[in-house]
């Protein structure tokens, strides 16, 4: 298949970057010798001003990113909230991520919970509480731009297609992908897409969300929180992500392999037409 990186894209894979994967000399099932790149994993310890908050473990591209989408996501630095500065120490292997106000992390960490997620994600108690009044926007989701977007971002060069074992995440609008992120874990992708539209200002409203990770409650309602209205990824759904994308109205489409997908809420979004017209 042959790859090529879209002129749309703002924040693309770099999978020549050398830091990022290792060589390594194995044998095949026929006992001959094989030489492959794999995907390296480091710790990142994230600091919320004097706090230190949490140890991930990342491929290490984008590390401030990631730290401010990690808080942002987590309710730990508001959308009100002056981020003052983010310092990384590639040595010391963390970020402090640092804000004009004092914030409550303390009370947060006190109900961390452990979810499904890949690296071991975390889920903070009250991240629920942030979608009770919260209202999506009603941007149409045509299925022309989904198969388009499938095509687009799978040919784009990538840590996936160099080494696998990785997880990706795209911000896409219509039918063009616009950043696209990677990382042993869907939550870390998640999150360095987040801290790379706050830091931005990229709006939400018109976007998509797509992810090669599992449909769960997190993925859910990180993408609800970040005010994107539609999450699409190729792999399945879990029962409780499908429940609070209902509650929230998220449009959330799964199993896109080639032309094929189910939606399993926020249909009304959806512009079958599109397929119609191509039959």
Not at 1 to 12: D, G, I, K, N, Y
Not at 19 to 30: F, H, K, S
Not at 129 to 156: F, M, Y
Not at 190 to 202: F, S, T
Request: hydrophobic fraction near 40%; proline fraction near 5%.
């Amino acid at each position: 298949m042959s790859t090529q990186t879209p002129a749309s894209l703002r924040v693309a894979p770099d999978p020549e970057a050398s830091r990022l994967t290792r060589a390594v000399t194995g044998r095949d099932q026929t006992g001959a010798p094989v030489d492959l790149r794999v995907v390296e994993e480091r710790p990142l310890t994230i600091y919320l001003n004097s706090r230190e908050i949490v140890t991930a473990m990342t491929i290490g591209d984008h590390p401030e990113w990631l730290a401010l989408g990690f808080l942002v996501n987590q309710g730990m630095v508001r959308t009100s909230d002056d981020v003052t500065g983010i310092d990384y120490d590639e040595e010391l292997e963390t970020v402090i991520v640092r804000t004009a106000r004092e914030t409550d992390h303390e009370a947060k960490l006190a109900r961390a919970t452990r979810t499904s997620g890949c690296a071991v994600g975390t889920v903070f108690g009250d991240m629920m509480e942030g979608l009770e009044d919260l209202t999506l926007p009603a941007t149409p989701v045509r299925v022309a731009d989904l198969r388009a977007l499938s095509q687009a971002i799978n040919r784009t060069p990538s840590l996936y297609l160099a080494a696998g074992a990785i997880h990706g995440t795209c911000l896409c609008q219509g039918p063009d992908p616009l950043a696209y992120f990677e990382d042993v874990g869907r939550h870390n992708a998640v999150d360095k897409l987040a801290g790379w539209m706050r830091q931005e200002g990229v709006d939400p409203s018109d976007k998509t969300l797509y992810t090669t990770g599992r449909l769960t409650s997190e993925m859910v309602i990180k993408c609800a929180l970040m005010g994107i209205p539609a999450l699409v990824s190729r792999s399945g759904f879990t029962a409780w992500g499908v429940e609070i994308a209902r509650q929230v109205g998220l449009t959330v489409i799964g199993r896109m392999k080639g032309e094929r997908f189910v939606c399993l809420s926020g249909e009304t979004r959806v512009v079958w037409e599109d397929a119609d017209a191509e039959t």
